[in-house]
């Protein structure tokens, strides 16, 4: 039969209560439009109107109030709000149990394109009735024929305002011990699933306690999430290896035909309670899956993932009995998670270069020369979200000791220059050596490593001891050596010191007594002239004495003794005089010798200033003698004059005047054989002077005429007569000095 629509106004806001609702339908066969108690017969009602055309495309409401239990709310196309009663949630709750043999492509509510839904102050809530019941979404955006992956141009819509869509919490039976790729199954069981162009918006609604995904956004879906709104325990992987992770929002911007199209995600950052816990967003939208991803905060704005830092790296050696290595990095930070993503592990050395790295998914090593080879080393071991540790190959660590600098990063791919690096610190496993054990304790624990030590030590230690022992050993022998020869030194020194002084005192010696010798030559002179002396004045008191007796033949005798007197002057002043001119004769020969040229003249004008130095010296001293001599001649006359003017009348004391006078005439005689000696000895060295003076200049000019021979021959022959010259000035300077000699032993055989 066909229905009655009397009042077709009416049937736009139907009512529904399970607690005092009566309709229960399960076909349209009558007008209802109060007193429903299910809601699966307030959309049997609708569907029949809409299928007569009747309130064709205007908006539906659905107000409930109670408790429901329902399978099948799909609206598809048309514009239906569930809407809670006051606005109450908690007193309006929908409870979601899925059939058995429903398809994950199933829902609770479905939109479809064209179709709008709005849920307003309700609670949906997931029963997991079953295995698999928890892959069954409590609402769903799809394409009209209800075939996922296929686009729309008129997107179907989803908002949900104020409500709480929630499963039925951790699934931990899903996620242990199962591996990586496995737990990294993001689009698992989502609550609410948006495909196709659909838009999907939440106004303070909260998304919580998903076995898997909480929203999932693929195929150029849009996905809008307020401030208001929060996203919580969805996903939890308790139990797994990533222990601690979630998933919120996953996108895939992947349509049907397995093309990239843009995906839309836009989400408050106060949604999102664990962004302010632990800096994880557990939102999985990235760019190279198609996805536009903004996480909106005061700060800045989150595109796509956010990249994984590292807070803290250990890089740790173990070495076994046999002394091989394996190398394992530990690591922590934030954002370490795997899943849909490829990330690497970086070790640097401290120049910054790339020495290892390790796919933490693969089991793939990567040297520093960037070539791909294979390991033995397994993927990541996570313990948690935020730790991981990663088995690394040992060849790039065979020198690694714990003073070696590293760091750690690790890196998405495509985004390296975003990840920062952290020093890691090199932990040496079995070089540690074993706890001390407690008083009395006989057990002993050890590895070999322990025992390579012990030995190593125990060899070791003895050899350090006797090498420094050999050392010191030597350096006190060097020390002795060196002590001993600096004493030799000192030992030489002094005997030199001693030597030296020795040779000093000799010659101070032999200088004292030259100085004592000429000493007693004067002071026997002195003693000889004071003895002459007092004779005289005993001979002149004496004479005194008969000088008035013989007055008279004083004059006769006085006479005679004059004229010996002036006789004895004559001779003296012509010894005088030829003194005088053999003196002359030799400063006349010194005259001509300047006439010498001037390639002979500096050595012998020199020569000779220094042989007339020493004659000049030599003539002062031979005329100060003879000046002596002519003293002692002249009071030798007086005392011959007194002695023959007084012979008469002295003739007792003749022979004490005789004996003074013999000694006076030996003093005479020696002081000349003395004068007679040294003037010898003056003409030799004279004679040896000259000669060297001629050696001299006759070499000198020799020497002088053979270099310039080859250069001009004129000037040899000018030299020439100067050679003639000097060989008769030199002839002519030794018969001179003949004659001067000759006459000098003249003057002293008539002095004699």
């Not at 910054?352 to 033995?376: C, D, P, R, V, Y």
Request: hydrophobic share 30%; aromatic share 6%.
């Amino acid at each position: 039969t066909i229905p009655k629509f009397i009042f077709p106004g009416s049937y736009e806001h139907l009512t529904v209560n399970s607690n005092n609702g009566t309709i229960s339908c399960t076909k349209f066969d009558e007008d209802y439009n109060d007193g429903i108690k299910t809601l699966s017969c307030a959309m049997i009602i609708i569907k029949e109107q809409d299928y007569y055309e009747v309130l064709k495309g205007i908006k539906r409401i659905i107000e409930l109030n109670g408790e429901f239990s329902e399978i099948d709310l799909r609206t598809d196309g048309l514009q239906v709000t569930f809407l809670g009663n006051n606005h109450i949630t908690t007193t309006n709750q929908i409870t979601f149990r899925p059939a058995v043999g429903s398809q994950p492509n199933d829902s609770l509510f479905r939109v479809t394109n064209g179709g709008e839904l709005n849920l307003d102050s309700i609670q949906v809530t997931r029963i997991r009735s079953f295995i698999g019941a928890e892959e069954i979404p409590i609402v769903s955006v799809v394409p009209e024929s209800g075939k996922y992956g296929q686009i729309s141009s008129i997107p179907g819509i989803l908002t949900l305002t104020n409500s709480i869509i929630s499963g039925s919490g951790s699934f931990s039976e899903k996620w242990s011990g199962k591996q990586i790729n496995e737990i990294c199954n993001l689009n698992y069981a989502p609550l609410i699933a948006s495909q196709s162009t659909g838009k999907v918006t939440l106004i303070g609604t909260t998304i919580t306690q998903s076995e898997g995904t909480g929203i999932y956004v693929s195929g150029g879906a849009q996905l809008s999430i307020d401030s208001t709104s929060q996203l919580s325990s969805n996903g939890e992987r308790i139990g797994s290896l990533l222990s601690g992770m979630q998933t919120h929002v996953v996108c895939n911007g992947i349509d049907a035909s397995g093309y990239p199209i843009t995906t839309s995600v836009d989400i408050n950052f106060n949604s999102l309670p664990s962004y302010s816990t632990n800096q994880e967003t557990w939102v999985f939208a990235d760019s190279s899956k198609g996805c536009n991803s903004i996480i909106r905060s005061p700060g800045i704005n989150i595109y796509g993932r956010i990249v994984p830092q590292v807070s803290t790296g250990i890089l740790q050696i173990n070495i076994d009995e046999s002394g091989s290595r394996t190398v394992k990095a530990i690591v922590t930070g934030n954002n370490l998670n795997p899943c849909d993503r490829f990330l690497t592990l970086e070790v640097l050395d401290e120049r910054g270069t790339i020495i290892a790295q390790q796919n933490l998914n693969e089991t793939t090593s990567l040297t520093n020369s960037q070539i791909k080879s294979a390991s033995n080393a397994p993927g990541a071991q996570w313990e948690d979200i935020d730790k991981f540790s990663l088995q690394l190959s040992s060849f790039q660590f065979l020198n690694t000791t714990t003073q070696s600098k590293y760091n750690m990063r690790v890196v998405e791919l495509g985004k390296g220059s975003q990840s920062a690096s952290v020093g890691a610190t090199v932990q040496i496993v079995g070089l540690i050596p074993p706890p001390e054990e407690e008083p009395g304790v006989v057990e002993t624990k050890s590895t070999g490593l322990s025992i390579y030590w012990i030995v190593g030590l125990a060899v070791g230690i003895p050899l350090v001891l006797f090498i420094i022992a050999v050392f010191v050993i030597l350096c006190f022998m060097c020390y002795l050596r060196r002590k001993q020869q600096n004493k030799n030194q000192d030992h030489d020194m002094d005997q030199r010191i001693e030597v030296k002084d020795s040779v000093i005192f000799k010659q101070q010696k032999g200088i004292k007594q030259k100085s004592n010798n000429k000493e007693e030559k004067v002071s026997d002179y002195q003693i000889d002239v004071v003895e002459e002396s007092e004779a005289r004045q005993e001979i002149e008191q004496r004479s005194l004495n008969a000088f008035y007796q013989a007055e008279s033949q004083n004059d006769r005798l006085n006479s005679g003794n004059k004229q010996n007197f002036q006789d004895g002057q004559q001779q003296q002043s012509d010894q005088q005089s030829s003194f005088s001119q053999s003196l002359s004769s030799v400063q006349a020969q010194q005259q001509q010798q300047k006439i010498v040229p001037h390639l002979i003249t500096q050595n012998i004008s020199q020569d000779n200033n220094e042989e007339d130095m020493h004659q000049d010296s030599r003539r002062g001293n031979m005329k100060q003698k003879q000046q002596d001599l002519e003293q002692n001649q002249n009071k030798d006359k007086q005392l011959r004059f007194n002695q023959s003017k007084g012979s008469d009348n002295i003739s007792e004391n003749s022979t004490d005047i005789s004996s003074q006078q013999s000694r006076l005439n030996d003093s005479i005689s020696r002081y000349s054989s003395e004068s007679k000696n040294e003037s010898e000895v003056i003409k030799h060295e004279a004679e040896k002077e000259k000669e060297k003076v001629k050696d001299k200049s006759i070499k000198k000019s020799n020497n002088k005429v053979h270099s310039n021979k080859t250069q001009n021959y004129e000037q040899e022959k000018e030299t020439e007569p100067y050679r003639e010259v000097e060989d008769s000035t030199s002839n002519d300077q030794k018969e001179n000095n003949k004659k001067k000699n000759k006459k000098k032993k003249d003057v002293k055989d008539d002095d004699s």
